[in-house]
């Protein structure tokens, strides 16, 4: 992780919020080629989850709701994490993470280990709950009339915005809408680089289906292995994913499934998604609170009903560390060692590299540049060695390094090499969109 979080900070991909006061814990900003990164995931999602099906439609809703959907969702009563003080370090920590936490003043120590060492468990205070909703305030007013929240998921404003949704896109029972924008969670411990910060993004989907048992169970398992297969197509290594069902007793009394998707980071197999059949629980407490009906007119059957749910869950920003774990990689290229992010070229934040082989080819090189950055996202390189420029390339993932010699004069011809093989073949010019395009399919 170290090593990652040194790259992701030297190379534009990720840097610590408000760094020049200190930092602030638990927020983060995307550099240059982190933007193109994130991009590229959340792009990739809406394609397959959205762009492509017949029966998905997106929205983008505001990030402050009105407050009684935080009522009616149980957010304000109960979107709460344990929480214990250590007297001696003043420290904060979730009390179910003890064993895994460091302590303030010896990190080489978990929090439960400092404890037991020192005074044993009185060193620890009460365990309380804590609410993760940031709170805010709308108009003038600084009083309780007029508290807000900050959204702590995205998936509320869709069963707020159900029947609107449903209505102007026409679509029938089953089907899903989908939104992909930012949560806020005041962590009592954020960790892990970008695994659990307290600003991050969320993609998401709710699946409106008939309420009716073997219907909703039929399109959870439908869900679940469908998102599984998701990850292999964004390049993810299938041995370090894993699927992991929840016990009854980790369900919330109205779900009658879940599954979380968890890849194996350094720090242990964590959740990436979860997978939920959320019954129709949450459209039916929104129908209470607010005094509307949400419920579904069946056209086909003549049945009225409110809709049950499967749920798609996925943070943006935990999906981007699991690409950058995954495609980490050290090996040795023409006997020097190199870094290189073997990226899935369909995500990476460069597709190709332009090098003229001196800077008197600079003139059709950058023709050439200019021609592709139309379609792909490139970047001209005209600094070092051409093996020095390379190496700059492999390590932020750029699948594709294009030189132009003085043979290309002639022959219409540039080098293309491969980051992974180290490979090269001569491709023509007037080839190169099309030879990329095919790649990057
Ligand atoms: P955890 O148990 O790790 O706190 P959760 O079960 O509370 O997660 P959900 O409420 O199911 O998480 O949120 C759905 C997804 O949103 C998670 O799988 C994760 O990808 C992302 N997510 C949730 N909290 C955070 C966070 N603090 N930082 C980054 N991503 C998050």
Redesign the pocket.
Known sequence: MEKLVSLAKRRGFIFQSSEIYGGIN?FWDYGPLGVELRNNIKNFWWNHMVRLRDNVIGIDTSIICHPKTWVASGHVDCFS?PMVDCKTCKGRFRADHLGSLPCGQKPSLTVEQCAQQKKGPGELTEVRQFNLMFETYIGALRDESAKAYLR??TCQSIFTQFKNVQIVSRQKVPFGIAQIGK?F?N?IT?RNF?????????M?MEFFTKPDEAEAQKWYEYWVEERFQWFFKLGIKPDKLRKREHAKDELAHYAKGCV??EYEFPFGF?????I?NRSNYDLTQHMKASGKDLSYFDDATKEKYVPAVIES???????LLTVLVDAYDEDVADGEERIVMRFSPKIAPFKAAIFPLSRKLAEPATKLEHDLRQEFNTDFDDVGSIGKRYRRHDEVGTPFCITYDFDSENDHQVTIRHRDSMQQERVSIDKVKDYLREKLK
């Open positions: 638990g994490d702590p998921e949560s969670r962590e954020p970008i695994f659990r910060s307290r600003e991050f993004e969320q998401e979380d998707v964590s959740e990436l998604e979860g939920a869950s996925l943070g943006v920003d935990r999906t």
